[in-house]
């Protein structure tokens, strides 16, 4: 089921125009490609904006240092590896949005509190690693068929 819900996740969910909003590609080699030359720091603003988070709390999210955070600004560009927490965040984040059916209170708050299928974590703190980060759109994935356990 892992493997469908994967690939269930990214073209089921599209939420309207959030890939769009950020400028960047759901997925194929547009996206490798911006992941490997570095989101452009507007991603963040943008993302930050939609989750309804304030910049020092998503930047927590995606491992992002107050003094990173400072320098990509000043660059105007994240790295890779830092594109890739980003990305993760937003998947996670369209995931959800499409789970609460674009509610954005909803998907806040379900974001931000401790989730039982989860080992009472909430989804946020699920985000460091992409094992952790896959278990919570697997999560997301049950929930929207149905199946709690």
Known sequence: MTAQVHEFIPSHYASPNLWQQLGIAERGPKLYQALHHGFHYNVFEKLALSAQLDKKQLAQVCQ??????????????????????????ATVMVAANALFAQDSAATKRWLTEPVYGLGDKTPLDMLST???????????????HGVFA
């Open 64 to 89: 992002l240092a107050p003094a990173t955070l400072a320098r990509r600004a000043k660059s105007g560009h994240f790295t890779q590896d830092e594109s890739d927490r980003l990305y993760r965040f």
């Open 130 to 144: 992409s094992a952790e980060s896959q278990a919570v759109l697997d999560l997301i994935g049950r929930l929207s």
